[in-house]
């Protein structure tokens, strides 16, 4: 089979800027909320900014293009700052994933908008807006579903960390060194996307129809 290279630049053109603003608004939500609750070393990081720059994390965007599932840099957080740092941790967890659910939610209304202006504008002036806020769709949804999974480091581990007894916690948190390690096994076994690929077909397609 030939290589189609402007196929793939097409692709690259309608899916990596959405990419990058989801990856960009996840990390500020961390750190946003973080702030907001008492932990200033995200602001003093200068990571509470939309500059996708400062929170790119290459080999994850390169993880998306080959493998539909990608990450940013995460935001550091340091719960010694927090009055209940357990609560506060789940809360600042949370707001990724949140954010993520938003913009989805954001981009599948003004996809239908754009949709419904076609018989006011060309539509071949409105498809890339469409074709692209679709990406985006899908995208923000495997951002906040990919993360809600309960393995370190992703947030929904810190989720179910603030959720349990303060010694099981500390038990579950031991498993962050080998979490990567974890991912990968589950990844190419089939496992992750057997248990995500149904919920993000499930919700996008309730999203745009």
């Given at each position: 089979?030939?290589?189609?290279?402007?196929?793939?630049?097409?692709?690259?053109?309608?899916?990596?800027?959405?990419?990058l603003?989801?990856?960009?608004?996840h990390e500020?939500?961390?750190?946003?909320?973080?702030?907001?609750?008492?932990?200033?070393?995200?602001?003093?990081?200068?990571?509470?900014?939309?500059?996708?720059?400062?929170?790119?994390?290459?080999?994850?965007?390169?993880?998306?293009?080959?493998?539909?599932?990608?990450?940013a840099?995460?935001?550091?957080?340091?719960?010694?700052?927090?009055?209940?740092?357990?609560?506060?941790?789940?809360?600042?967890?949370?707001?990724?994933?949140?954010?993520?659910?938003?913009?989805?939610?954001?981009?599948?209304?003004?996809?239908?908008?754009?949709?419904a202006?076609?018989?006011?504008?060309?539509?071949?002036?409105?498809?890339?807006?469409?074709?692209?806020?679709?990406?985006?769709?899908?995208?923000n949804?495997?951002?906040?579903?990919?993360?809600?999974?309960?393995?370190?480091?992703?947030?929904g581990?810190?989720?179910?960390?603030?959720?349990?007894?303060?010694?099981?916690?500390?038990?579950?948190?031991?498993l962050?060194p080998?979490?990567?390690?974890?991912?990968?096994?589950?990844?190419?076994?089939?496992?992750?996307?057997?248990?995500?690929?149904?919920?993000?077909?499930?919700?996008?397609?309730?999203?745009?129809?």
């Amino acid at each position: 089979m030939d290589f189609d290279f402007n196929a793939l630049m097409r692709q690259l053109i309608i899916q990596v800027p959405p990419l990058l603003f989801a990856l960009t608004v996840h990390e500020l939500a961390h750190g946003y909320v973080a702030w907001r609750l008492g932990d200033p070393t995200a602001k003093n990081l200068g990571r509470l900014t939309l500059n996708p720059l400062k929170h790119l994390d290459p080999l994850g965007v390169l993880a998306f293009i080959i493998m539909k599932i990608g990450w940013a840099k995460p935001v550091p957080v340091n719960p010694r700052y927090f009055r209940q740092p357990q609560r506060d941790m789940l809360l600042v967890a949370l707001a990724g994933p949140a954010a993520n659910v938003v913009l989805a939610v954001a981009s599948a209304a003004l996809a239908h908008l754009f949709v419904a202006l076609r018989f006011v504008v060309p539509f071949f002036i409105l498809q890339p807006l469409v074709a692209m806020l679709a990406a985006s769709v899908w995208i923000n949804i495997m951002l906040a579903v990919f993360n809600c999974i309960p393995i370190p480091p992703l947030d929904g581990s810190k989720v179910l960390m603030g959720l349990l007894p303060p010694d099981a916690a500390r038990g579950y948190a031991k498993l962050e060194p080998f979490g990567f390690i974890i991912l990968l096994v589950l990844f190419y076994t089939g496992a992750i996307g057997w248990v995500i690929m149904p919920i993000i077909r499930f919700s996008n397609t309730l999203l745009l129809g």
